[in-house]
């Protein structure tokens, strides 16, 4: 075989891993969205989901390094084989499993995930190192390394195809399809490289005969650990994103994505980009990372941006450690099989150790302060080895400049109780890093630094509250109950978004407040619920909240509560919020999934149905499908009334209702409500639907001031499970211009 032959088969390696890579991170999403019908759209859903697919990678990466081990025809035999019968599994589809109990959600969901797409996610997960492996077989193909930049590229490319491409223009079912043909190529590509690949087998038998000395366990570990860290700061950079800074929608791919494209600038042949940033690193985490423990919501959009540029810097900085530390090719499946357990073990910890152990995100501080115990110090000049200067007049200055960074953090601490994210607050944050940089080469103090920062920043506030107790954490999320003594109130978080308020004095406390007062489209209904349906009205509620909108309820209705997160419940039950105590202690609750929960019931329970189940600004698309909409139909009686809450700042979810009631044939108005800043009442959307029309006529006759309004123009596209995507409906200048 001509020289050109053998070393010239790179574009067909480079456009199998690309393949390979790019339906990994496609399929990922693709699952997620065929499951949120019964996931829902909690953070930790795409936590579990990213837990799911990191097992799968690693079990991919041991069954390509076992292969490895074996002649290459062999590997190409067995693989070919184990690529056909994964074929049987596919297009995908969702795994039948029976509902969740409630509190067993975090098995649950990865059993489901790795039920539906486990086989060839295994399969495909193992293209990465194998076909590197098969690459580097070739001596004259030069080093594999490479190859991996631009496996983590066509992961990029997956992952950003989905969101863009694949679920706007595609159904689900399409995409399953779609997703089936391009598994038939990458199966038709893996031939031709074992093709490409069999007329050397003298060569190649020469080549794996060839065996570098053994890998040190201590760099093993080390390898471990500069994989795990990244990881799971991807992870917690999400969690932390979402629950105390913003959020919006699809931000899990940023972080996904910032992760994905490290390698390719860590694992390049041109070292110099990944060494720039890596020097770079230590001013970003000194000053970005020292945000890490703020936990009361932000001004702007530059702290998620600062959060997220941490985590690319971090991201390359100990990739690019770990490409520089990697073993001879011949143990290049060794080196990928130790990366994929370290990230696993970073998705573990965040995904299932965190939500256990810890009552708020403490995962992200831990894995900043990892990441900058792990930093390479030989990315910052040492000026204690400048030419004429005493050991001791350097120790002299290093002390000097801890001293001014204490005097600087005093100063930073007293400008946070008085401002946000100003100018003030951001340059003491620059001069505090500079100090730090003169630190990096003695990684303790530059340690005790950052550890400072992050604890003047917001420490203070947030370690206050888990002393406090005022935090609760669950598989949905982090909760936070505040009670303001001045104004007599207490209120519940989600997040970063209020859901509900309940004041502490007198009689009082039965008043509905926030998004529930009696000028809101909730308010209206509720109130005016014995005028439609007669005194004995059935009510059902989907979402409990702080159960604000009990205290409408009259002696002879029914009330029923649908929650998902037993720990909501508990703040009725315990005495938290007594809105359910004092207005319906006999009120129904449902534990479990809404929509699910609904479905068992009889048809026509509900008179009037409420849905109220958004988590912080996420959108659960489950609970605003054709599908839903059908289901909700059915609780209702035939004069029924349905109501969504439909505020959100991000999302414009008008179109959305408007195009699934046009569809259902439902009539609908909407209820703006506007309320003066100077009350406990928020503003809020409601809409109003049902299949007569008189009853909704009659509901606008008995609103105060403002009318309701019919519903802004449908949306060209209906919402359907297999089908629904929220880009067209995004409030970008929202995005843009956010203020919390």
């Known amino acids: 075989m001509s020289e ?174 779609g997703w ?75 972080p996904l994505g910032i992760y994905l494209l490290s390698f390719v600038t860590a694992f390049s042949d041109n070292r110099r980009p990944a ?82 152990v810890f009552d708020w995100a403490w995962e992200h501080p831990i894995l900043v302060f990892a990441a900058a115990a792990l930093l390479p110090l030989d990315a910052m000049p040492d000026w204690r080895r400048l030419k004429g200067l005493e050991p001791a007049m350097a120790r002299l200055a290093m002390l000097t400049i801890l001293v001014f960074a204490g005097f600087l953090l005093w100063l930073l601490y007293s400008v946070t109780l008085e401002s946000d994210f100003g100018w003030k607050r951001w340059g003491l944050s620059a001069a505090i890093a500079l100090c730090g940089l003169a630190l990096v080469q003695m990684r303790g103090p530059v340690l005790l630094v950052l550890v400072a920062t992050m604890i003047v920043q917001g420490g203070f506030q947030t370690l206050a509250d888990t002393r406090d107790g005022v935090r609760h954490r669950s598989y949905f999320g982090i909760y936070t109950v505040r009670t303001y003594e001045d104004r007599k109130v207490r209120t519940l978080a989600h997040g970063t978004t209020l859901h509900g308020e309940q004041l502490l004095d007198g009689p009082r406390r039965r008043q509905p407040l926030t998004y529930y007062g009696p000028g809101s489209g909730a308010g209206i209904a509720f109130a005016n619920a014995p005028v439609l349906f007669g005194d004995a009205a059935r009510i059902g509620v989907v979402g409990l909240g702080t159960g604000s909108l009990a205290c409408y309820k009259q002696p002879a209705m029914s009330l029923t509560y649908y929650e998902i ?90 179109p959305v209702i408007a195009a699934g009631a046009r569809a259902e044939g439902l009539h609908a108005l909407i209820r703006d409500d506007n309320p003066a800043q100077d009350t406990e009442l928020a503003p809020s959307s409601w809409v109003l639907l049902s299949r007569d029309a008189a009853q909704l006529k009659a509901l606008a006759g008995r609103v105060p001031a403002t009318p309701l309004r019919p519903l802004a123009a449908p949306a060209t596209r209906v919402w359907t499970d297999d089908h629904a995507s929220i880009l067209p409906h995004v409030k970008w200048s929202n995005l843009t211009g956010y203020a919390q």
Request: aromatic share 8%; glycine share 6%.
């Open 565 to 654: 997160d037993p720990t909501v419940l508990a703040y009725s039950r315990n005495g938290t919020f007594s809105f359910i105590s004092e207005c319906a202690p006999d009120a129904r609750m449902v534990i479990g999934d809404a929509r699910l929960e609904l479905a068992k019931a009889p048809k026509a329970s509900f008179d009037l149905l409420a849905i109220d189940a958004f988590s912080s600004d996420s959108i659960p698309l489950h609970l605003v499908t054709r599908e839903a909409f059908r289901v909700y139909m059915d609780a209702l009686s035939p004069r029924g009334v349905l109501l969504v809450h439909i505020s959100n700042r991000f999302i414009e979810l008008e």
């Open 4 to 177: 050109t032959r053998a070393g010239g088969n790179r574009p067909l390696f480079v456009a199998t891993i690309l393949t390979g890579s790019f339906l990994l991170f496609l399929v990922q999403p693709m699952v997620a969205r065929m499951a949120l019908p019964r996931l829902g759209g909690a953070p930790a859903v795409w936590n579990s989901a990213m837990l799911v697919y990191q097992a799968l990678l690693l079990a991919g990466y041991f069954y390509a390094h076992r292969l490895g081990k074996m002649a290459l025809a062999r590997q190409a035999r067995i693989h070919v084989v184990l690529l056909a019968l994964g074929a049987l599994t596919l297009p995908v589809a969702l795994a039948d499993l029976p509902a969740p109990s409630p509190g067993t959600e975090v098995l649950w969901v990865p059993a489901l995930l790795a039920l539906t797409i486990g086989p060839v996610f295994f399969l495909v997960s193992a293209q990465a190192p194998l076909m590197q492996r098969w690459y580097a077989t070739d001596p004259k193909a030069g080093e594999p390394w490479a190859l991996y930049a631009a496996s983590n590229l066509g992961s990029f490319g997956g992952l950003i195809a989905y969101p863009l491409l694949a679920e706007p223009l595609l159904s689900v079912h399409l995409q399953s399809i």
């Open 180 to 254: 089936t043909v391009g598994y038939g190529l990458l199966v038709v590509l893996v031939l031709l490289c074992a093709r490409a690949r069999r007329a050397m087998a003298d060569t190649i038998a020469a080549v794996e005969a060839v065996t570098s000395p053994p890998v040190p366990a201590r760099r093993i570990v080390l390898w471990l650990l500069l994989a795990a860290v990244p990881s799971g700061l991807m992870l917690s950079t999400t969690t932390h994103l979402t629950t105390d800074l913003v959020a919006m929608p699809l931000l899990w791919v940023i």
């Open 275 to 356: 060494r720039v940033l890596s020097a770079l690193t230590w001013p970003v985490i000194l000053v970005a990372g020292g945000f890490a423990m703020v936990s009361q919501g932000s001004v702007g959009l530059i702290p998620a941006i600062a959060s997220i540029a941490l985590l690319y810097f971090v991201c390359v900085s100990l990739h690019g450690r770990m490409y520089d530390l990697r073993p001879a090719s011949d143990r290049l499946t060794l080196f990928y099989l130790v990366m994929s357990a370290g990230g696993a073990l970073g998705g573990m910890f965040t995904a299932l150790v965190a939500p256990v």
